[in-house]
């Protein structure tokens, strides 16, 4: 043993250069594990603290509330214990407050409480601020309704002051948005509160009125993510059981359901970061084949001097496998060492304990370094010691590692086997590896290739580069293969980040497909109500406000195909504005195409009443108390609005408070109040039956401001009436029964309708069969449909769905329920120079309270995801240090080239081979492990990347995409990384090669051998 220690300790000694490029590699191939380690800690701490941060400031916060009378010393208790446990938890600006139900006392309708903190939650506008409680009288303040509806004033609180002890002190605005994010007070009704929950408590005249004790505080992101999202769940329920079993049951809500799903998405990113992190490090093992390789022919010398001096082929073999053990534990103790680093360079400000995060990253990865470390020790005996004679049993080897690598993952793509994310990592993992040994299988072939042209006529120093290449095949063979595994890697990491980039654009318009989309939240119920469009439209020109019009209906009614399906109405021209229509919708047309399909014709946009009109007047004959007759009116972005109409004679009239241009969309004729009342009470309460309401109308004229607006009734018809029309005039025989009578221009009979033209889904068109036609009934009236086109999916709507244009669905509603044409969602595009403005306009209107979302922002969102930005940073590190080390493996090739066919060489120079003409032969054999490596390296990552997005369809971020991944493979990223690798190999090879030959005499190779 001390003998073979001594001679593997010279050999270390007198060729350190080729041992520090061994300890590089496996260096490099320690440091990635324990970096994709750190990154994996890093993610997780991230996505939390991400994920709470986003969340709105109303909405981020943890209330904890009791319905337990809570007084005296169990209210001190609980209080101390509550804000304990919060403190515990990171929770910034903790209050206590108790709130009464809602109280309806002198006229006035109002929530009564009180908060600690009073002052800094609330705005004052007039008088002061409330100071004392005592159990006779108790001072409050004045607040407007959080959601504004309702101002205030101190005499509104007259009656309530006097009946409930109570002293209202001033007005003001609740500035403190958690009460009503959390929904511990109403929204819509003004607030009374005082400054102390136990005084108010205590106040006598409240004694029989119901009360909650609560405490909220707001959400810490980065103390969440310090504890992590399980941890402080478990102490808000330990805070939850040690009051409950005190003082009584204490229920603690959050935004769980956010942060926990976050969390759970990034642990479930772990085997990705486990798989990618060895996967880089068993990658850069490559580099050490390399350098192995350059060392075989010095191993295979000096086994045979020992052999031929008695050694034993043990004593060889434990020689050999000693030599390269300092540099492999040296390369293991710098790559762990680097790798700690630069996690805990990378941590400040993101992990509470970046120097512990980073030794968790060591002590999570150490079995897979003593493994890499293992493999690099049994990768360099093995090559340095396999013997001249096994080409075929190498071949066999390599054969059989690529066959097991592409059936792997044939096997995962065809669902073979269970497609858990390490399997279906694990097989891109071989796959990489594979295109590596595939190249490496290709070297002979291609040698035997350019050896024919050679003997063509091609010129000796290709003959002599190709020659001794064949004859010693090892060495270029490996360098081939480890460059194109490292072109492999590097064409993947910029392929994916380019696909996954991609994918984000392609989310971002599935969520919002214009610019801006609008939809209903708790405070705004139709988002278009509360849209300031005429500022919107003065503050960016080029917008364009598209409203969604949806409702439900019933498809195949009186079938057992019968369901529900919103039928959604949208301008035509949307499917045009629409970003990244293709991939969102999954459809192959074209959608300039799928938009003239569906456009509706020969319907009028209905009688316009000009803007700023202040009454509507229809002269009306036959009109009496029976009945109530309304019109219904639509503004230009299609919000609709029914107007009852007042009698006075034949003239029925109302005021107009729209100050926008309108147009008049139809009319109702339904039971009035009074007659529906005399009805029910004489069914009700009487044996007999009651008429219904029954009659003739005659509308002539209608008049907007005084000035007749020419209406045409010729067209006019309904479902429910017998109406006789012509141009100045309707006459209409109706009875009002259990549907009202709605009369609308345009009119169709049943018998005589056209299908209408619609978009769906996949499963609604496969229900309709073959011939696409199919019936929808609306309020009892079935509407043919014709099916002109399927989009497999269009998330902003929903997985089902037919889709006309939006004034054929709105005559399809308003034919027999007008008014129930709601805009569901108003869809708004415009230039990128106008956004800002656009979104300055909806900050400052109502819709503000509605749920707003800017693609922008939700592109942002998505790129900038903490799982998928940093399971990228990863790939690319991986490709980058893979390129570099191939790199100096490309050089170092070539110094092993050169120390390997020394004997070569040395006989061509003493023939009169000059030292120009040797270099060149250097030269030319890395050029043609450069042409064979780089290429099918190319080929590979494409092909990776195309496996990765089939496989991993839950996308870097570890969550379900839609619409699905696509294959993007940017002429750039080729550009980049061909070039990248062709010049930077080039250069380090060609310095390489021309510093070689450079002595005076030519040098004999056993000279050097020790």
């Known amino acids: 043993m001390r003998l073979e220690a001594g001679l593997a300790w010279s050999g270390l000694r007198h060729r350190p250069g080729s ?345 999570a990865t150490w079995p897979t370094l003593v493994w890499l470390g293992v493999a690099a020790i049994a990768i360099t005996v093995a090559t340095v010691r396999w013997p001249d004679s096994a080409v075929r049993p190498t071949r066999l080897v390599l054969d059989c590692v690529a066959v097991l690598a592409v059936g792997l993952t044939v096997l995962v793509l065809t669902g073979g086997a269970a497609a858990d994310g390490t399997l279906t990592t694990g097989a891109v993992v071989l796959l990489a590896s594979a295109t590596g040994l595939v190249t490496a299988r290709l070297w002979s072939p291609l040698l035997a290739l350019v050896s024919r042209l050679s003997r063509a006529g091609t010129g000796p120093v290709r003959e002599v580069a190709v020659v001794a290449a064949r004859r010693r095949p090892l060495l270029p063979m490996v360098t081939a293969g480890f460059l194109a595994a490292a072109c492999c890697s590097l064409m993947f990491a910029g392929a994916d980040r380019a696909g996954l980039q991609q994918s984000a654009r392609d989310q971002a318009a599935a969520q919002v497909p214009l610019d801006v989309r609008i939809t209903p939240s708790a405070g705004v119920s139709v988002p278009l109500d509360a849209l300031d469009t005429t500022g919107l439209v003065a503050a960016a020109p080029g917008a364009v406000i598209r409203p969604v019009v949806s409702s439900s209906v019933t498809a195949f009614a009186g079938t057992t195909l019968a369901s529900s399906v919103p039928l959604v109405g949208i301008d035509p021209a949307v499917l045009t504005e629409m970003h990244e229509f293709g991939p969102v919708t999954g459809s192959d047309d074209a959608p300039a195409e799928l938009a003239s399909r569906i456009t509706a014709t020969g319907l009028t946009p209905g009688t316009p009443v000009p803007a700023g009109s202040s009454t509507l007047v229809l002269q009306v004959a036959g009109a009496n108390d029976d009945i109530t007759v309304r019109v219904w009116v639509a503004t230009t972005e299609g919000r609709e609005r029914g107007i009852a109409l007042q009698r006075n004679g034949d003239r029925l009239s109302s005021a107009l408070d729209i100050a926008g241009p309108l147009t008049i969309r139809a009319i109702e004729i339904s039971e009035s109040d009074a007659h529906l009342m005399h009805r029910q009470h004489g069914v009700g309460e009487g044996d007999s039956d009651r008429a219904l309401a029954t009659g003739d109308l005659t509308f002539t004229t209608v008049r907007a401001g005084g000035a007749d607006l020419g209406l045409s009734w010729a067209g006019w018809g309904s479902d429910e009436a017998d109406v006789e029309a012509g141009a100045t005039g309707m006459r209409v025989h109706y009875q009002v029964g259990d549907n009202r009578v709605v009369l609308t221009p345009d009119f169709v009979p049943r018998t005589d309708l056209t299908p209408i033209p619609v978009l769906t889904d996949p499963a609604t068109a496969a229900r309709a069969g073959g011939s696409g036609e199919f019936g929808v009934t609306v309020n009892g009236v079935a509407i043919p449909v014709r099916i002109v086109g399927v989009l497999p999916r269009l998330p902003a709507l929903g997985t089902t769905y037919l889709i006309a244009d939006r004034s054929a669905a709105t005559a399809i509603l308003d034919r027999t329920a007008p008014g129930t044409a709601a805009v569901t969602q108003v869809w708004i595009g415009a230039p990128a120079d106008e956004l800002a403005a656009v979104q300055a306009a909806i900050d400052t209107s109502g819709a503000a309270a509605a749920t707003v979302a800017y693609r922008s922002v939700v592109l942002g969102a998505i790129e900038q995801d903490p799982v998928a930005v940093r399971s990228l940073d990863l790939l690319v590190l991986s490709g980058v240090i893979a390129l570099l080390l191939a790199l100096i493996a490309a050089a170092a090739a070539v110094r092993a080239d050169l120390d390997e066919s020394a004997a070569d060489h040395h006989a061509l120079e003493l023939d009169g081979l000059t030292g120009g003409r040797l270099r060149l032969v250097l030269l030319t054999r890395s050029t043609i492990t450069l042409l064979l490596g780089i290429p099918l390296g190319v080929l590979g990552g494409v092909a990776l990347t195309a496996v990765a997005l089939h496989l991993l369809v839950t996308g870097a971020a570890g969550g379900p995409v839609v619409p699905p991944l696509r294959l993007v493979v940017p002429a750039p990223v080729v550009l980049v990384v061909v070039g990248s690798a062709l010049v930077g190999c080039a250069l380090t090879a060609g310095v390489a090669a021309l510093t070689a030959f450079r002595g005076r005499l030519p040098r004999a190779p056993e000279m050097d051998l020790r």
Not at 243 to 251: C, I, K, N, R, Y
Not at 298 to 307: A, D, I, K
Not at 308 to 328: D, F, H, M
């Open 19 to 363: 041992w520090l490029l061994l300890a590089l590699g496996v260096a490099v191939a320690a440091a990635l594990p324990v970096i994709a380690a750190g990154l994996r800690t890093e993610a997780m701490v991230a996505a939390v603290r991400t994920s709470v941060d986003a969340l709105p400031a109303p909405s981020r916060a943890v209330l904890a509330v009791t319905s337990t009378d809570l007084r005296d010393q169990d209210l001190s208790t609980t209080d101390r214990t509550v804000r304990g446990g919060f403190a515990g938890a990171g929770l910034l600006d903790v209050r206590q407050a108790l709130t009464f139900r809602q109280l309806s006392v002198g006229g006035a309708d109002f929530t009564l409480g009180a908060v600690t903190g009073l002052d800094s939650a609330v705005r004052l506008n007039s008088g002061t601020l409330p100071t004392t409680c005592t159990p006779d009288r108790c001072e409050v303040l004045a607040l407007a309704a959080p959601d504004g509806s309702t101002p205030v004033t101190i005499a509104d609180f007259a009656g309530a002051e006097k009946d409930l002890g109570l002293v209202v002190t001033g007005t003001g605005t609740l500035t403190d948005g958690r009460p009503a994010g959390t929904r511990l007070i109403s929204t819509d009704v003004p607030l009374l509160l005082g400054t102390d929950p136990a005084g108010i408590s205590d106040l006598s005249s409240l004694d029989l009125f119901g009360r909650t004790t609560s405490w909220f505080g707001t959400l810490d992101g980065a103390a969440v993510a310090a504890i992590g999202a399980s941890g402080f769940d478990r102490i808000l329920a330990g805070i939850s059981q040690t009051v409950g079993a005190a003082q009584g049951p204490l229920t603690i809500t959050w935004p769980s359901d956010t942060v926990l799903d976050a969390s759970a998405r990034a642990a479930a990113s772990a085997d990705r970061f486990r798989i990618l992190g060895v996967a880089a490090g068993v990658l850069q093992l490559g580099f050490c084949v390399v350098v192995a390789a350059g060392l075989r022919r010095r191993g295979q010398l000096v086994g045979r001097l020992l052999t031929r001096r008695g050694a034993s082929w043990r004593q060889i073999l434990l020689t050999t496998s000693l030599q390269p053990l300092p540099a492999v534990l040296v390369g293991l103790l710098v790559g762990a060492a680097a790798g700690a680093l630069l996690t805990a360079l990378r941590g400040r400000g993101i992990v509470a304990d970046p120097s512990a995060a980073a030794l968790d990253a060591v002590d």
